[in-house]
C-alpha cells in the first residue's frame, strides 16, 4: 500500500480534515484489554483520585493513536507514516456517565520535506485543554 494523497497536490498550510474521537470507560477497558495496561488509573476512579488525579485518565497511548488516526485516514495508508511523536502535556479525562470524553484532533502540513515527505503538525485537545504537544508526523505521500 502506498499514500493516496500526492506530494505535489499539498502545499504547507494544507488541513487535513479534523476528527473528533469519543472516549467512554468501556474505551478504555476495551484498550487495557489489549494493550495489557491495566494500571488503575485508566479505570478505577478511587484509585485515580486518590494519587492524585481529577478522574480515570485515558491511556496516553491510546490519546496518541487516535491522534495519529487524522493522518493516516487522510494519507490513505498506515504505512506512510514513517516518524510520529508527541509530548503528552495534559490528561484525558474521562467521567462516568453516557457522554465520556472526546478528542478533538485536527492538523496541517507544516512543511514539505525532501524525497516525497511531508511534516503534519497536530493540535489535540480534550475539555478546552490541548492533551498533546509538539504532536508531528512526517509522511511519505506518493
Known amino acids: 500500500m502506498t499514500a493516496k494523497i500526492a506530494y505535489d ?3 504547507a498550510g ?3 480534515p ?12 476495551r484498550y487495557a484489554g489489549a494493550s495489557g495496561d491495566f494500571n488503575p488509573i485508566h ?14 485518565i485515558a491511556h496516553g497511548m491510546f490519546t496518541m493513536a487516535e491522534a ?4 493516516t485516514d487522510w494519507a490513505g495508508d498506515p504505512a506512510a507514516v514513517v516518524e510520529y511523536g508527541v509530548r503528552f502535556t495534559k490528561p484525558v479525562v474521562v467521567p462516568n456517565d ?4 472526546l478528542i478533538e484532533v ?3 502540513v507544516a512543511a514539505k520535506l525532501d524525497d516525497r515527505r511531508v511534516r503534519v503538525d497536530l493540535t489535540a485537545t480534550s475539555a478546552g485543554q490541548k492533551v498533546l504537544g ?6 511519505q505521500l506518493a
Do not use: C, H, Q, Y
Open 43 to 56: 479505570w478505577n476512579e478511587k484509585f485515580a483520585v486518590a494519587v492524585g488525579l481529577p478522574d480515570v
Open 18 to 29: 479534523a476528527r473528533s474521537f469519543p472516549v467512554t470507560r468501556a474505551t478504555l477497558v
Open 14 to 16: 494544507t488541513e487535513l
Open 134 to 139: 509538539m504532536s508531528r508526523a512526517v509522511v
Open 98 to 101: 453516557d457522554t465520556g470524553a
Open 9 to 11: 497536490d499539498v502545499e
Open 68 to 71: 495519529i488516526r487524522v493522518v
Open 106 to 108: 485536527s492538523a496541517k
